[in-house]
Each structure stands twice: as structure tokens, then as C-alpha cells.
């Protein structure tokens, strides 16, 4: 350290010295103020748009991406103020530190690449609000509702309760349930001797599989009974299956139906079966 001092003395006079740290410290005060005025009009930004914004998914993408901006600005400001230090203050030549400092972020970047990929993909979420906090949604095939979004990764409480966490560059299709659950359509073929009110035992039934399984998100709505041709009459049923139990209602619920129906005394007439499809989306407005 003495040396060091030493040296430094013998190549600049001490009034040299203390001109080039007053320089130095004149630079760090500019910045750090420039730095506080910045994030300061960043803040009141993202306070006056998430006052006008009534929507809470909107508010949370605009504080996300104040947030991410003012995180950039504080390290452009740290590297700006380095720079001047290093060029002006102490003389030295800029041009190899940025060009090794390219090289080390080239490294760092092949490095880096799922986590890029990650940072870039979770931006363009919170951006184009694909989910937000709250949503039920499937992500890459697992069903649950929004925990948290963030830049690198999104937190998933899937049906069970358990936790799951998927690097937003990972995502491959989310489907967001806008509306919080699926729409089947049940149709039920009745016999000519069926029930007197096919409506209300079908949903008794319904009402036991739900008791036992917890699959509805709604109670059925149980449309009218319509004669065929074929055979007597058809019954349809709109069930409203929460996100992530659609597969127990597919390979459960039908098996059960005709099974009660026959215990109760209505077995489906010979050669038909419990049909269950995917509501067809309504036609665009």
C-alpha cells in the first residue's frame, strides 16, 4: 500500500491528486443524484398509471415493468459513472476494458442462455398479459391457478395443492380458463318408459359424483328432454368441470351415470351410449 502511494506520488503532484478525486467524487454525486431523480419519476410513472388502471392484472404488468426498467437504469448509470472515472479522471485508455468486457459478456451470455431466454420470455408475458395472478390456467399440460409471475419464472398451485415452478422460457402452451372452468355437454338417451323427470334425477346424480369426486365448479344445468326418432328421447346437460378434474369426469362420470340410471330402474336403451363432448365455443361477435 505504501508503495502504491509512493508511486502515485512520484507520477502526480498531490495537487493533481486531490483534483482527480474531487473529479472522481463530483462524478459519484452526479450520478447517484441523476440515479434518485430517475427512479423517482419512474416511481410517480408507475403510481399515476396504476391509479388510472382499474384492472388489477394491468396494474401488476405496469409495476412489473417500471420495476425492470429502473433495475436497467440503475446499472447503466453505475457503468456510465465507471467509465468517466476510468477515462477521464484517471487517464486510462476505455477501449480494451470494452472490448474485454464484450468478450466477457459474449462468454457469460453463451453461459447464460436458458436464463436469457428465460428473463426475455417471462418480459413478453407480463407485457402482453398472457396470465396474470389468480388465473386458472394449464402450463405445459399441468392445470392450477397463477401464483406468482415473474421475469425468470412463473409459480403454478396446481389442483392438488402442490407447487409447481416453470421457467417462463420453458412454457411451451398455456391455455388461461377465462371464465374458471370447462363446458361439457352430457347427453343421456332415455327409454320411452324413463323417468317422469329425467332432469332431476340425472342432476341427483350428478350431485353424488360431485359430493364424491369434487369436479363441478357449478351446480349441471339441465336442458329439455328432446324426442327423437330413433330411439325415445335424448336428454342434455351442460356440466361446468373445474380445471385440472376433466380427465375424472371423462373417464368416470359416464360409466357412473348409466350405471345409477340403471340401478334406479332407467337402463339406457339397447345399443346407446352416455355421450360427454367439449361445449362448442360460441361464434365470434
Known amino acids: ?125 407480463i407485457m402482453e398479459g398472457q396470465y396474470s395472478v389468480g388465473d386458472l390456467v394449464e402450463i405445459n399440460g399441468v392445470f392450477g391457478r397463477v401464483e406468482e ?6 409459480k403454478l398451485k396446481d389442483a392438488s395443492g402442490e407447487i409447481r415452478y416453470f421457467p417462463n422460457g420453458s412454457i411451451a402452451a398455456a391455455n388461461n380458463y377465462v371464465e374458471n372452468h370447462i363446458s361439457y355437454v352430457l347427453t343421456v338417451p332415455l327409454a320411452q318408459a324413463g323417468p317422469a323427470d329425467p332432469a332431476a334425477l340425472t342432476r341427483d346424480i350428478l350431485t353424488d359424483f360431485d359430493r364424491e369426486f369434487a369436479v363441478f365448479a357449478l351446480p349441471p344445468l339441465a336442458g329439455r328432454v328432446e324426442d327423437l326418432s330413433t330411439y325415445a328421447r335424448i336428454l342434455r346437460t351442460e356440466i361446468r368441470v373445474v380445471p385440472g378434474r376433466q380427465p375424472i369426469v371423462e373417464q368416470k362420470l359416464p360409466g357412473r351415470l348409466a350405471a345409477a340410471l340403471e340401478r334406479a330402474g332407467h337402463p339406457l336403451p339397447a ?15
Open 149 to 154: 409471475v415473474g421475469l425468470r419464472m412463473t
Open 271 to 285: 345399443g346407446t351410449d352416455i355421450g360427454l363432448a367439449l361445449r362448442p365455443l360460441p361464434p365470434a361477435a
Open 1 to 125: 500500500m505504501e508503495r502504491l502511494l509512493h508511486s502515485l506520488a512520484a507520477k502526480y503532484p498531490l495537487e493533481e491528486l486531490v483534483k482527480r478525486g474531487v473529479g472522481i467524487a463530483f462524478i459519484i454525486i452526479v450520478s447517484w443524484l441523476a440515479y434518485v431523480l430517475l427512479r423517482r419519476a419512474l416511481m410517480g410513472a408507475m403510481h399515476a398509471a396504476s391509479g388510472r388502471v382499474e384492472d388489477p392484472s394491468r396494474r401488476q404488468r405496469i409495476t412489473t415493468l417500471i420495476l425492470l426498467f429502473g433495475s436497467i437504469l440503475k446499472y447503466a448509470v453505475i457503468f456510465v459513472a465507471a467509465l468517466m472515472i476510468l477515462r477521464d479522471q484517471l487517464g486510462l485508455n476505455t477501449t480494451p476494458i470494452l472490448a474485454g468486457a464484450g468478450v466477457i459478456g459474449l462468454a457469460v451470455g453463451f453461459g447464460a442462455q436458458n436464463l436469457v431466454r428465460d428473463v426475455v420470455s417471462g418480459f413478453f408475458i
